[in-house]
């Protein structure tokens, strides 16, 4: 299977270790990863302040870059739900670029749907030691319905103890541009989270999305409570070699 990595802007320039997981981890499930070096942006925060005819030619260009690929997987439910939900709304049906959208959208995949839906995999030889909460993002809840497709992944990790989060589905606050707009509010649901974390014993908290990981950590850091955050790849890639 020929799968492109859809690596994310905050992933590029913030965390390229999750990118770096994600290839690992797909090369030892025997796929042929590429990455396209021509990706940009996916247009997400662009559309949701209001400029969509940017959004709309960022659009355009990923499915110029991802055209030909079996399948695009991102670490991110936030990017892949701007694709498969938010593009089809950004050209006149029956159009080119309609088409275009509609070829390329529904083989764009998150992590965990990639994993469980097309590779049949629930175990991926992982093994990691430690015990873990998983906080399920907003666009992975809502947005893709991702359901129990992590915690399915995260329980099959070896040496991995998963302790339920208290007000898992509630939102932790950041919202993109949201934390930006309202910092006040958005600090407040963050502690919020926190607490519930903290009531875990967790050692590490696991999401899917890294913007909402860099929300909740920094929150963490500051109350120096001693809890990592990491996202699911990074758990998934590792194994008793590392």
Do not use: W
């Amino acid at each position: 299977m020929r799968v492109a990595l859809f690596v994310t802007c905050v992933n590029d320039t913030l965390f390229p270790g999750t990118g770096k997981a994600v290839v690992s981890l797909l090369r030892r499930l025997g796929c042929d990863v590429d990455f396209p070096a021509a990706q940009t942006c996916c247009g997400q925060m662009h559309v949701n302040t209001g400029y969509r005819a940017e959004g709309t030619r960022l659009a355009r260009h990923f499915t110029e870059v991802f055209a030909g690929y079996d399948a695009v997987v991102a670490p991110s439910g936030s990017c892949a739900a701007m694709v498969r939900e938010q593009y089809p709304k950004l050209v006149e049906p029956g159009s080119r670029g309609a088409a275009a959208i509609a070829e390329v959208a529904p083989k764009v995949y998150e992590l965990s749907e990639f994993l469980i839906d097309v590779l049949k995999k629930e175990d991926v030889g992982a093994y990691f030691p430690h015990r873990v909460t998983y906080h399920p993002t907003c666009h992975s809840l809502r947005g893709l319905r991702l359901g129990d497709r992590p915690t399915r992944l995260l329980q099959n990790v070896r040496g991995l103890e998963l302790v339920p989060l208290p007000g898992a589905e509630e939102c932790c606050g950041f919202g993109g541009t949201f934390a930006v707009k309202n910092p006040a509010v958005s600090a407040a649901m963050a502690a919020d989270k926190t607490r519930g974390i903290q009531d875990t014993g967790a050692e590490v908290l696991c999401a899917a999305d890294n913007s909402c990981l860099m929300h909740i950590g920094g929150t963490l850091r500051r109350q120096k409570t001693g809890v990592r955050t990491m996202h699911l790849a990074e758990i998934l890639a590792s194994t008793e070699d590392d």
